[in-house]
């Protein structure tokens, strides 16, 4: 075996040498027998002669010594690959375009590979990630998004559960923990940015530690948890250069000592795609900042094992049952367990994009693989029109006795070194394209790294080998049909037919694209026009943080809060350029408590209605924001903890609550507080625009909510024609006048409520964004290879124009002939288009707002922006066969 | 030409060859002198056919090849038998007789 690939190595690499040894080796041979038959008397020559025929033809000889050699498929290919590379050298101007328009192709394909796969589809690196599953709440009618168990009742269901082998959870710390205190001292022990995890999770994982010791469940034993952190492979390397010796050391969460008792192995980041942090703490050391909340109560974004002997469908029914119980248990409020427990396949992690950037995505891949086959056509167009012009070399090449195969593989060849020339390019192209696709989703997006791996190699090479296999199978079907008697035939004769076929195919596909472009067009439209229940023209939002230093000294700290914002508030008229201002304690789209539920005062919890958000606002808040009051009276600064318990309702939240009857003057529960009703405001929208109008309450700033902790954040709302920047900027020069219990807030930058309610359908806005693009792109590929296939056609049939014109026909009609020729080519592809384009118009009427999947005006906008760029194509090419010269095309054919 | 010599078997030339380099090393004219010598002039060895199959044999790592000085200081190509083509004239030898015999007795037989 090895002597035998020794030899082949030799026969390839060292081709010249074994030539000369073979030379020698006959040459010598030759000698010895004229030596021989000399002695034996013969004349030289008729030596000479007779041990030539002895030997036989010298080159027969090597033949053959070479077939003996085991590299002939090898040294053909080479011959091929030399000569396709010549053809493509003899054609630079197909060839660059055709690398351009396929790099552009791999590249975009390429891109989106490498952004789903690094930010969905890579599998964790860890033992048990075929088993892991991830546990969420599925709201029920009631509403919201999609959350995530108590953590109550994550601590029973992990006693009771036996389809889930063990439970763990690793969560992501509220904001100051996970970034790094700055406050530590220069000197002391650093401070890290930090994610939590219970015990058990890096048994669940099956990760060990690189050195030490991961968390244990003894390390969250209830009152006896450890204060003890396991740093991040890449922790350890930039902070400690690797040294076992690191362990023991100390480091600060949220300026708490935690000490360092191990070190992961590298490539494990945790299970949340891109999540960047330094080290893991037990989540019972910390439980405050490391579980979420929802309705007043913690919650914990859990995983668990599967069984070994079960499945995941039983595992979820079991779940969903102990769902049930805890539910009927009564120890839970009813707000915290409702809907129902889902469990779902984990084996990949935490996916570092949401739902909708996820969909997106895919979107995007459906479209760029449009865009590749589009790109394939085009360069098959190219390398089609390049080998009509070739057909008298190919013609000749049978003739001479190419077989169909060789032929064949001629032309895929050529396809191919094209296809893979543009790959390179692609993948220069594609870790650029990453970053702005990464960018392009926008907010949320955890910062994944995109490096050229193997899988995206994998990629990127299918990619490359489909496309030159499938741009080559046109040309290369002409080629096979090209017959040797042809030689001398006219050319002219045969018109170009799998030309047009192709840029028909182009037409049709790129129509759905553009239908797909119009689609989303019409959403963000109708997005657009929703009315908001609000005038969101003009409203800085600025969003503060109460200042623990100057806070911690009052006793009253929400009382000390909201009467510093409602003085701040008054002190904010007097800025020039405010036109009008109001404080709440959240924004009026996207804020407000949520979780709570409302019912009437005296019926039981049980008729309680969920409500979107609750919002404490100040007396202006209607005015400022032209949310009318249906009925009754808007609030008053007379509104206090000393007066009666007041409160507004959203207009359809009364009617659900009280039917037909006059809701002023009734009471209602919200939480643990009774008010009265004193007015009714218009509907709104909160959140999304895609819903119908949140159900709303609002309560004066004044009055505390009974059981909610207090006022974390205050936003201030400004009417004004100066950027948020500004308003900023005055409201922080008119806190830092004095001791303020309020200061900017870390986490929320400066904005407008029209950014806010963009924002909330930015998603559509991408998606729109993205098809525009592609289809943008598509339409040029078609305008390009229309372009080139008409003129192309046009300037095949010159002779037959100028005989035309020489018989008298006028440039009218040559004009009319022409379009006719275009006419059909666009016409046959928008006909046979239009099913794919009703086929992704249904497909994507679901992530539409709105939008009917069978809309005519839709389909109808497709085909005229079809027509169009078809228009712009062909223009040319006809204006050039209106002025063909008779006499000069005659003479010159 | 005599017409009484006999073309070689298929496959047999290289059993010959191994057989012939067995005895000592050989370049590729003296091994073909060699081959007539001992067939006595029965055998009619195409010599274009002899390096063809001193290269199959090469490649497969049953002999190999070296430049070295001939007698009249020439430089010439020897081949030498390696260890595994020296198994293989053995094998290929012992299957040869076992072929001859067999078709011997039938042909008695007959």
Same mark, same amino acid.
């Given at each position: 075996?090895?002597?035998?690939?020794?030899?082949?190595?030799?026969?390839?690499?060292?081709?010249?040498?074994?030539?000369?040894?073979?030379?020698?080796?006959?040459?010598?041979?030759?000698?010895?027998?004229?030596?021989?038959?000399?002695?034996?008397?013969?004349?030289?020559?008729?030596?000479?002669?007779?041990?030539?025929?002895?030997?036989?033809?010298?080159?027969?000889?090597?033949?053959?010594?070479?077939?003996?050699?085991?590299?002939?498929?090898?040294?053909?290919?080479?011959?091929?690959?030399?000569?396709?590379?010549?053809?493509?050298?003899?054609?630079?101007?197909?060839?660059?375009?055709?690398?351009?328009?396929?790099?552009?192709?791999?590249?975009?394909?390429?891109?989106?590979?490498?952004?789903?796969?690094?930010?969905?589809?890579?599998?964790?690196?860890?033992?048990?990630?075929?088993?892991?599953?991830?546990?969420?709440?599925?709201?029920?009618?009631?509403?919201?998004?999609?959350?995530?168990?108590?953590?109550?009742?994550?601590?029973?269901?992990?006693?009771?559960?036996?389809?889930?082998?063990?439970?763990?959870?690793?969560?992501?710390?509220?904001?100051?923990?996970?970034?790094?205190?700055?406050?530590?001292?220069?000197?002391?022990?650093?401070?890290?940015?930090?994610?939590?995890?219970?015990?058990?999770?890096?048994?669940?994982?099956?990760?060990?530690?690189?050195?030490?010791?991961?968390?244990?469940?003894?390390?969250?034993?209830?009152?006896?948890?450890?204060?003890?952190?396991?740093?991040?492979?890449?922790?350890?390397?930039?902070?400690?250069?690797?040294?076992?010796?690191?362990?023991?050391?100390?480091?600060?969460?949220?300026?708490?000592?935690?000490?360092?008792?191990?070190?992961?192995?590298?490539?494990?980041?945790?299970?949340?795609?891109?999540?960047?942090?330094?080290?893991?703490?037990?989540?019972?050391?910390?439980?405050?900042?490391?579980?979420?909340?929802?309705?007043?109560?913690?919650?914990?974004?859990?995983?668990?094992?599967?069984?070994?002997?079960?499945?995941?469908?039983?595992?979820?029914?079991?779940?969903?049952?102990?769902?049930?119980?805890?539910?009927?248990?009564?120890?839970?409020?009813?707000?915290?367990?409702?809907?129902?427990?889902?469990?779902?396949?984990?084996?990949?992690?935490?996916?570092?994009?949401?739902?909708?950037?996820?969909?997106?995505?895919?979107?995007?891949?459906?479209?760029?693989?449009?865009?590749?086959?589009?790109?394939?056509?085009?360069?098959?167009?190219?390398?089609?029109?390049?080998?009509?012009?070739?057909?008298?070399?190919?013609?000749?090449?049978?003739?001479?006795?190419?077989?169909?195969?060789?032929?064949?593989?001629?032309?895929?060849?050529?396809?191919?070194?094209?296809?893979?020339?543009?790959?390179?390019?692609?993948?220069?192209?594609?870790?650029?394209?990453?970053?702005?696709?990464?960018?392009?989703?926008?907010?949320?997006?955890?910062?994944?790294?995109?490096?050229?791996?193997?899988?995206?190699?994998?990629?990127?090479?299918?990619?490359?080998?489909?496309?030159?296999?499938?741009?080559?199978?046109?040309?290369?079907?002409?080629?096979?049909?090209?017959?040797?008697?042809?030689?001398?035939?006219?050319?002219?004769?045969?018109?170009?037919?799998?030309?047009?076929?192709?840029?028909?195919?182009?037409?049709?596909?790129?129509?759905?694209?553009?239908?797909?472009?119009?689609?989303?067009?019409?959403?963000?439209?109708?997005?657009?026009?929703?009315?908001?229940?609000?005038?969101?023209?003009?409203?800085?939002?600025?969003?503060?943080?109460?200042?623990?230093?100057?806070?911690?000294?009052?006793?009253?700290?929400?009382?000390?809060?909201?009467?510093?914002?409602?003085?701040?508030?008054?002190?904010?008229?007097?800025?020039?350029?405010?036109?009008?201002?109001?404080?709440?304690?959240?924004?009026?789209?996207?804020?407000?408590?949520?979780?709570?539920?409302?019912?009437?005062?005296?019926?039981?919890?049980?008729?309680?209605?969920?409500?979107?958000?609750?919002?404490?606002?100040?007396?202006?808040?209607?005015?400022?924001?032209?949310?009318? =009051?249906? *009925?009754?009276? %808007?609030? $008053?600064?007379? &509104? +206090?903890?000393?007066?009666?318990?007041?409160?507004? !309702?959203?207009? /359809?939240?009364?009617?659900?609550?009280?039917?037909?009857?006059?809701?002023?003057?009734?009471?209602?529960?919200?939480?643990?507080?009774?008010?009265?009703?004193?007015?009714?405001?218009?509907?709104?929208?909160?959140?999304?625009?895609?819903?119908?109008?949140?159900?709303?309450?609002?309560?004066?700033?004044?009055?505390?909510?009974?059981?909610?902790?207090?006022?974390?954040?205050?936003?201030?709302?400004?009417?004004?024609?100066?950027?948020?920047?500004?308003?900023?900027?005055?409201?922080?020069?008119?806190?830092?006048?004095?001791?303020?219990?309020?200061?900017?807030?870390?986490?929320?930058?400066?904005?407008? =409520?029209? *950014?806010?309610? %963009?924002? $909330?359908?930015? &998603? +559509?806005?991408?998606?729109?964004?993205?098809?525009? !693009?592609?289809? /943008?792109?598509?339409?040029?590929?078609?305008?390009?290879?229309?372009?080139?296939?008409?003129?192309?056609?046009?300037?095949?049939?010159?002779?037959?124009?100028?005989?035309?014109?020489?018989?008298?026909?006028?440039?009218?009609?040559?004009?009319?002939?022409?379009?006719?020729?275009?006419?059909?080519?666009?016409?046959?592809?928008?006909?046979?288009?239009?099913?794919?384009?009703?086929?992704?118009?249904?497909?994507?009427?679901?992530?539409?707002?709105?939008?009917?999947?069978?809309?005519?005006?839709?389909?109808?906008?497709?085909?005229?922006?079809?027509?169009?760029?078809?228009?712009?194509?062909?223009?040319?090419?006809?204006?050039?066969?209106?002025?063909?010269?008779?006499?000069?095309?005659?003479?010159?054919? | 030409?005599?017409?009484?010599?006999?073309?070689?078997?298929?496959?047999?030339?290289?059993?010959?060859?191994?057989?012939?380099?067995?005895?000592?090393?050989?370049?590729?004219?003296?091994?073909?002198?060699?081959?007539?010598?001992?067939?006595?002039?029965?055998?009619?060895?195409?010599?274009?056919?002899?390096?063809?199959?001193?290269?199959?044999?090469?490649?497969?790592?049953?002999?190999?090849?070296?430049?070295?000085?001939?007698?009249?200081?020439?430089?010439?190509?020897?081949?030498?038998?390696?260890?595994?083509?020296?198994?293989?004239?053995?094998?290929?030898?012992?299957?040869?007789?076992?072929?001859?015999?067999?078709?011997?007795?039938?042909?008695?037989?007959?």
């Amino acid at each position: 075996m090895l002597s035998d690939l020794k030899f082949r190595l030799r026969a390839i690499f060292r081709r010249a040498e074994m030539e000369r040894d073979l030379a020698a080796e006959l040459e010598l041979h030759r000698e010895r027998e004229v030596a021989k038959l000399t002695a034996r008397g013969l004349t030289p020559g008729q030596a000479q002669r007779q041990a030539r025929l002895a030997l036989g033809g010298a080159e027969q000889v090597k033949e053959a010594a070479r077939d003996t050699w085991g590299v002939r498929a090898i040294e053909s290919m080479m011959r091929d690959l030399r000569h396709a590379f010549r053809v493509l050298r003899k054609h630079p101007a197909v060839t660059a375009s055709g690398i351009v328009i396929l790099s552009i192709s791999t590249g975009a394909s390429t891109a989106v590979f490498t952004v789903l796969d690094s930010t969905v589809f890579k599998p964790l690196p860890v033992a048990n990630a075929e088993r892991l599953v991830r546990l969420t709440v599925v709201p029920d009618a009631t509403g919201g998004g999609r959350r995530y168990p108590p953590y109550a009742a994550f601590e029973r269901l992990r006693g009771l559960t036996h389809g889930l082998e063990q439970l763990a959870a690793e969560s992501r710390p509220t904001m100051p923990a996970a970034a790094a205190a700055q406050r530590a001292a220069p000197a002391g022990p650093p401070g890290v940015r930090a994610m939590c995890a219970t015990g058990n999770f890096f048994d669940v994982l099956g990760v060990h530690a690189r050195v030490g010791r991961t968390l244990q469940p003894f390390d969250e034993s209830p009152g006896a948890y450890h204060d003890v952190a396991v740093g991040t492979y890449t922790f350890w390397r930039d902070r400690f250069q690797l040294e076992p010796t690191a362990i023991g050391s100390t480091v600060l969460v949220r300026s708490r000592p935690f000490t360092l008792v191990g070190f992961l192995p590298d490539g494990f980041k945790g299970i949340r795609k891109g999540a960047a942090f330094d080290v893991y703490v037990p989540t019972a050391a910390m439980t405050d900042a490391c579980l979420g909340t929802w309705g007043g109560s913690s919650t914990v974004e859990a995983i668990g094992l599967l069984a070994r002997d079960t499945s995941q469908p039983a595992a979820s029914a079991e779940l969903a049952q102990l769902w049930n119980v805890l539910k009927e248990s009564g120890d839970y409020s009813p707000g915290t367990i409702s809907g129902q427990l889902a469990i779902s396949n984990a084996s990949r992690g935490i996916a570092a994009v949401n739902d909708n950037q996820e969909t997106s995505l895919y979107l995007l891949a459906w479209a760029v693989a449009l865009i590749v086959l589009l790109g394939c056509l085009n360069a098959s167009c190219l390398l089609a029109v390049q080998g009509v012009a070739r057909r008298n070399e190919i013609a000749l090449r049978r003739a001479l006795g190419a077989t169909a195969s060789a032929v064949l593989r001629q032309t895929m060849l050529e396809s191919c070194l094209l296809t893979a020339a543009g790959g390179a390019g692609g993948l220069a192209l594609a870790m650029l394209g990453g970053q702005a696709i990464l960018a392009w989703l926008g907010q949320g997006v955890r910062p994944v790294e995109l490096a050229v791996d193997a899988r995206v190699l994998g990629f990127s090479l299918a990619v490359v080998l489909i496309s030159g296999l499938v741009s080559g199978v046109i040309p290369a079907l002409d080629a096979l049909r090209t017959r040797h008697l042809q030689i001398h035939r006219d050319e002219q004769l045969r018109p170009f037919r799998s030309g047009k076929v192709l840029i028909g195919v182009e037409v049709a596909l790129s129509l759905t694209l553009l239908a797909g472009a119009v689609m989303f067009l019409r959403g963000v439209g109708n997005l657009r026009s929703v009315p908001l229940g609000f005038d969101a023209r003009d409203v800085a939002v600025i969003t503060l943080w109460p200042n623990f230093d100057n806070l911690l000294a009052n006793s009253d700290q929400e009382g000390y809060v909201t009467s510093e914002a409602s003085r701040l508030r008054d002190r904010l008229l007097h800025v020039p350029g405010f036109e009008q201002a109001t404080v709440g304690t959240g924004r009026t789209f996207t804020g407000g408590l949520r979780g709570e539920t409302v019912r009437r005062a005296g019926v039981t919890s049980d008729e309680s209605v969920a409500i979107d958000a609750v919002q404490r606002v100040d007396d202006r808040y209607f005015d400022v924001l032209q949310i009318p =009051l249906v *009925a009754g009276r %808007g609030f $008053s600064t007379r &509104d +206090d903890d000393g007066s009666e318990r007041v409160v507004i !309702l959203s207009h /359809s939240l009364a009617k659900r609550l009280f039917g037909q009857a006059n809701p002023l003057g009734q009471s209602v529960s919200v939480g643990a507080t009774t008010a009265s009703v004193v007015g009714v405001a218009g509907d709104i929208q909160s959140r999304s625009v895609k819903v119908p109008p949140a159900s709303m309450i609002y309560l004066p700033l004044w009055q505390r909510l009974a059981g909610r902790g207090w006022v974390d954040q205050t936003n201030v709302q400004v009417r004004t024609r100066q950027s948020p920047a500004q308003v900023s900027a005055a409201i922080e020069g008119e806190i830092s006048a004095g001791h303020s219990a309020l200061q900017p807030s870390p986490f929320a930058d400066p904005t407008t =409520l029209e *950014a806010m309610i %963009g924002a $909330s359908y930015a &998603d +559509d806005t991408l998606r729109l964004n993205a098809m525009s !693009l592609l289809a /943008s792109i598509a339409l040029v590929l078609v305008v390009v290879g229309l372009y080139g296939v008409m003129a192309y056609a046009v300037a095949r049939r010159v002779r037959e124009i100028g005989l035309r014109m020489a018989i008298g026909a006028t440039p009218k009609r040559i004009a009319i002939l022409v379009v006719k020729e275009c006419a059909t080519v666009v016409g046959i592809g928008i006909l046979a288009g239009i099913p794919g384009a009703v086929v992704v118009m249904r497909a994507i009427a679901s992530y539409t707002f709105e939008v009917s999947p069978i809309d005519p005006a839709t389909l109808g906008g497709a085909i005229v922006g079809m027509l169009l760029a078809a228009g712009v194509a062909v223009a040319r090419p006809i204006w050039r066969s209106t002025h063909v010269d008779p006499v000069e095309a005659l003479r010159a054919h | 030409m005599s017409d009484e010599r006999i073309g070689l078997p298929q496959g047999t030339l290289d059993l010959l060859i191994l057989k012939v380099l067995s005895l000592e090393p050989q370049h590729g004219w003296a091994i073909s002198e060699r081959l007539q010598q001992i067939s006595t002039g029965v055998l009619r060895v195409q010599q274009g056919s002899l390096y063809p199959a001193l290269h199959r044999l090469e490649r497969r790592g049953w002999i190999k090849a070296e430049w070295a000085a001939s007698d009249n200081n020439r430089q010439a190509k020897y081949y030498e038998l390696t260890r595994g083509g020296r198994g293989r004239l053995e094998s290929d030898t012992a299957s040869w007789r076992t072929l001859s015999n067999t078709i011997g007795s039938i042909l008695d037989l007959a």
